[in-house]
């Protein structure tokens, strides 16, 4: 049991009087949890022992141990506190008194945890999938507040993220403010310049692309819906109805990484600029899990409820791009009309 005090004087006595009792749970890693069932484990933490005992060694690897005054800290215990502030929207308070932490220690290990895992994220060298933004919403920051504001007017970061049929993220871009447009976050989002660079290196089979929603431009390996005004004929509303259902994907991808990490509801950090970097490492852990998990619908089930859906931007396309967006109706023109067969 720890007890602050402060000091007052009256008639030149001092007095010292209680100002906050702060009840840490002592023996949290070395007792309590070694008792859970993995059952217990998982709804806590939000991840398998399995995926937890894969991420243990990966994060040893990396990092260098942190010292409470003469106690270092355990690589388990830094771990698993910024788990616990991941998957819960518990205080910062609260998680340090449950893993007898203090607040500045827990703070220096979220930011080593979160570094690490942007660190081992793995490059991708061949895309095939579905791409879409959605926003993680925040606080207002103290820096032009108003940018950060959406169309549904609360602050928000954007994240992008392309990802494949097993829900697993082949590439995640976050750091654009919730104001930004969809196509402007794409053209400037690491994939896209790389693509464009090397499209070989990405898609090495002509007949490879990534399904996207109308938001997004029509080029020869980004293939978006047809839009509707009315005028669309059979074949063609055929063809956005099985794009709709690919790109299910990615709604799922998401819906699965908000319901998991709760704290992606409402990122309620001070340091502003390092919001991105902790959504990424949510996008590891994602990453992570999906390899070594199942039983995932729960967790899908609960972030679909707060999944924001972000509205089609009618945006012209660069003409500079004329020949890729040529080869991109193309490509549609020949998908559209072998799905309607």
Known sequence: MLKLYFVILVDEEEYYVDEIESAKIENYIEITIPRFSDDQFRQHFRITRESFEYLLPTIQKEIKVCKLGRTPISVEKQILSVLWILATPDSYRSVAERFNLSKSSLSKS????????????????????????????????????????TRKCYYAITLQAVCDAKLKFRDAFAGYPGSVSDIRVFRNSGIYKKILENPRKYFPDPDMFIVADKAYPLLDWCIPPYIDRGNLNERKRHFNLKISQTRQVIE???????????????????????IPSTILACCVLHNICIEREANLQTYIDEGAAIINEDEYNDVENPVNFDELIRNGNDKRERLCETLYR
């Open 252 to 274: 799922r991808a998401f819906a699965l990484l908000f319901g998991r990490f709760r704290r992606l509801r409402y990122l309620d950090m001070n340091r502003a600029d390092f």
């Open 110 to 149: 979220f930011f080593t945890i979160v570094t690490i895992l942007n660190n081992i994220a793995t490059s991708v060298e061949k895309v095939i999938g579905a791409v879409d933004g959605t926003f993680v919403p925040i606080k207002a920051p103290f820096i032009d507040p108003e940018v950060y504001r």
